[in-house]
């Protein structure tokens, strides 16, 4: 399992980079099969963190991710968000776009 949380920066607001998740996540369907996307990827905010964690497996997790973050920077600007990812039993990794 692999996880990737994206830190938002403050002037980007937590419900409109939740709708670009959403978007992201039917972009994946699209590639991967709806079904796919259900079952390997799992997503929740993190209002106090402004933050938006996703976690899953496979071609769907990274094509959310992936998708996701291009959504991201083509909205708020390369330099709006950072990442940390994690994957199980491996320290986190940190990636800063912009």
Not at 2 to 24: G, S
Not at 49 to 59: D, F, L, N, R, T
Not at 62 to 83: H, N
């Amino acid at each position: 399992m692999k996880t990737v949380r994206f830190e938002l920066d403050a002037m980007v607001p937590l419900a409109e980079a939740e709708l670009t998740l959403n978007l992201a996540r039917y972009s994946a369907e699209g590639l991967v099969g709806q079904a796919r996307v259900r079952l390997d990827v799992v997503q929740r905010l993190d209002s106090d963190g402004h933050a938006i964690v996703v976690e899953g497996k496979g071609e769907a997790f990274e094509s959310v991710v992936r998708v996701y973050a291009a959504l991201l920077i083509r909205e708020f600007g390369e330099t709006a968000f950072r990442t940390r990812t994690e994957q199980a039993g491996e320290p986190a990794a940190e990636a800063t776009y912009g």
